[in-house]
Structure formats: C-alpha cells, structure tokens
C-alpha cells in the first residue's frame, strides 16, 4: 500500500488509508512522514540514508503487509514512478492526497493548467529558467529555506525584479503560512524547509527572456569565438528535427550552443556534447545552466569518447569530420533511423562532404549570410564564410 500524505497528517486520512496503517506489518518512511502518523500496530522503518537504499528494502519485503508513506501525489514528483517500475500494479494498491501544487492552485485561485510545475528539491534552480516568460505563472517546489531567496535574486539579475513571489509554508498542516512580496525587495525570514514557491512573472523589454525560436543570437552564449551562428544554426536545429525525449552527440561542440538549443526545443531531449579544450568545456557547462539546457552531458574528445555511449536518436558535426575514423564512429553509432547533419566551412570539409554524399545519400546545401555593417561612413554587406552542410538518415 502507498498513501500520500499531507502536513495534518493521520487526521486527513480516509478510512482505507488508516486500516492499511493499523494492519501493515511494516511502515516505511520519512522521519517527518512517521512523525505525522504517530504510533502504528506495525513496525516503523525510517527511510534509509542514502535514500537510494530504500527501494530494495521495500522489495525484500515483498509478500508481507508493507505501507510506504510519502508526501501528498506520491506520482507527483514523488516515489510512485520508482516503486511502479520494480513491482507490477496487481501487487499496489494507491492512496492520493491532495498534491502541494494543488493546494497552492486553489490558495492562489490559479488554474493548475495554466501552471509551469517545477520542482527545486534536489535539483538545480535553474529548472525555472525555462519557465520564465513575461506573466508567466509558475509553482516551484523548494530544496529548503533558502530556496525562495535564490529564486528572488534569480528573477531579479534576470531583469524580472517586479514579479511577485509568495511563499506557501507547510500547506494543509496547522501550521501553514503563505507570505508574498516583490522579487526584488524579498525579506521574508524565517522560512519553513517545507515550503513551495508561486511566481509570477512580471518582465520588462529589458528583462533576460529567453525567446522561444531556435537560432538564438551569439550574445547570449559565452564562447571564444567557435560557435555556430544563429542563423546557421536555427538550419541546423531544423535540420537535425528534433523530437520530444531524443538523445543528440553534438560533436565538436564549441560553446555547446547547438546541444543547448536541441534541449530547449523539449524538456525530455538530452545531449552529449564532446569538446576536447578543457576551457570550451567549462563554457558549454555555464551556458546549459544560463540557457535551460540542463540535459546537456559535456565530454571530452572524440572518438575515442563514443565508446560505451547510448546510441543518439540524432549527430551533429560542427567540428573534427576530417578527422580519421571520426565519421565511421558516429555513423556506426546513430540509431537505424537517425538523422546526422554535419557543418563545413573549409575546402578539404567540402572534399570529405562530397565523398560522404556520394557513398550515403541524403542532401547537400550552401548557406550564405550577409550581415549590415558600416563601411567608411556608410553601411554595407558583410559576408560571413558559407556553410556547406550535409543531411543524410540512416537507413
């Protein structure tokens, strides 16, 4: 038996929920879950640290009455998905509570499915970079304490410093508390750990939104120079089509820009991006942070880091396609199906290009693009170096 459980504790549960309780043999769960239900017939089994450990406890006990505790929609960014994918349905039975990013739904009186639903606990706060978009709502679960303020200084650096946080603490307890001010005049103190975060997005012409269309423009990425250009690049994202849950090798990826925006286009899509300078790896590494592309796995050079690797749903090549072995090994290693694009801005590029076209098929294209620039006192074209790029599927 699984049962959510909420802030006033055994009082909120149905009379399904407390008999499994008192005829459980065991009960796991979180020392505050534990506290919240207070003495059971059963024996109670505080989860174990490190936390991953749990599940095969639970699994040894297979076969004996057991109840595991969890807080509120246990699917909910809860333990439901791992206990649901070691034990088959017939042997679960589930009891709900109102999930927390309900409860702030109807404190807030927000439609649930006008939300952007995030959760912080665990994870990076830049999971809501995504998400901030000009009156924008959004529901975010905290870490701890600090969570409210960091998200506070977040929007504020971002040029969001008028959207209104409120902060919800231990909801549908006796002790909840729900407080709101500005994000840029946050001074909210002494905030319970147990807390969940409603934002919304007040944004300026001046404020960091990230626009929605691939093919951002250079500044917004820190790079050295080596990085495909906007324009050429929202080719290229078309191009490598993307689809929802993909995996992308982005190969000599630069300033991680293509691997960035391959995962900004769904929030399931990964990427690897191989870079073999340390420095351009570290930037690769800041830019998914300041971008939303957390999905992005930096690695070192390739080939040699292919090995052992998942197989991508999709490869691009911005770099090294000259290099011997290079693409036998991507092309060995892209799923049957898969899309690969390669880039080329070079004379020996276009020589391996046209041999790859002749033996694999797929399609071959120039790109040129003239940017305004001034001449003396007046204005002219300036040519950026063509792109010959390369698409082709594996059969």
């Known amino acids: 038996m699984l049962i959510g459980l ?19 043999e065991i009960v796991f769960g979180g020392e505050r879950h534990i506290a919240l239900v207070g003495s059971v017939p059963g024996e109670l089994r505080p989860w174990p640290q490190p936390f991953r450990n749990a599940l095969p406890q639970i699994l040894r006990e297979r076969g004996r009455k057991v109840c595991v505790l969890a807080t509120s929609d246990p699917f909910h960014y809860g333990i439901g998905n791992s206990i649901s994918r070691a034990i088959p349905p017939e042997e679960m039975r589930i009891i709900p509570q109102l999930s927390s990013f309900s409860m702030a739904c109807t404190r807030m009186r927000w439609p649930q499915e006008e939300c952007a639903l995030v959760s912080l606990h665990g994870r990076t706060l830049y999971r809501i970079v995504p998400h901030l978009q000009p009156e924008a709502r959004i529901l975010a679960l905290s870490w701890d304490e600090t969570t409210p303020r960091s998200v506070a200084e977040l929007l504020t650096a971002r040029g969001m410093g008028a959207s209104r946080i409120t902060v919800m603490e231990s909801l549908g307890g006796p ?17 319970v750990p147990l807390n969940l975060i409603a934002v919304e997005v007040v944004a300026t012409h001046d404020s960091r939104i990230l626009p929605l269309a691939p093919g951002l423009d250079e500044e917004w990425f820190a790079h050295d120079g080596q990085i495909t250009k906007s324009e050429i690049r929202a080719i290229t994202i078309s191009a490598l089509a993307p689809r929802g849950g993909e ?8 300033s991680g820009s293509i ?4 995962c900004q286009r769904h929030l399931r899509n990964r990427a690897i991006a191989f870079e073999a300078k340390p420095e351009r790896a570290e930037r690769i590494k800041r830019n998914k942070l300041e971008l939303g592309g957390l999905s992005v796995e930096v690695t070192g050079e ?14 691009f090549i911005g770099g090294g396609l000259t290099e011997e072995g290079l693409f036998d090994a991507a092309w060995a290693a892209l799923k049957p199906g898969g899309r690969l694009v390669a880039n080329v801005v070079t004379i020996e590029g276009e020589a391996k290009l046209a041999a790859l076209h002749a033996e694999h098929g797929g399609s071959l294209r120039r790109i040129s693009i003239d940017r305004l620039a001034p001449l003396g006192g007046k204005h002219g074209w300036r040519p950026a170096m063509p792109v010959t790029q390369w698409r082709v599927e594996k059969p």
């Open 302 to 315: 390739a080939p040699a880091g292919f090995v052992g690797r998942e197989a991508p749903d999709a490869v």
């Open 247 to 254: 995996l992308l090798w982005d190969v000599g990826a630069g």
């Open 259 to 262: 691997s960035v925006e391959w």
């Open 175 to 191: 002790q909840e508390r729900i407080r709101e001010c500005r994000a840029d005049a946050f001074a909210l103190d002494d905030i």
């Open 6 to 24: 909420g802030e006033d504790g055994a009082v909120g549960l149905c009379r399904e929920a407390l008999a499994a309780l008192s005829e459980a």
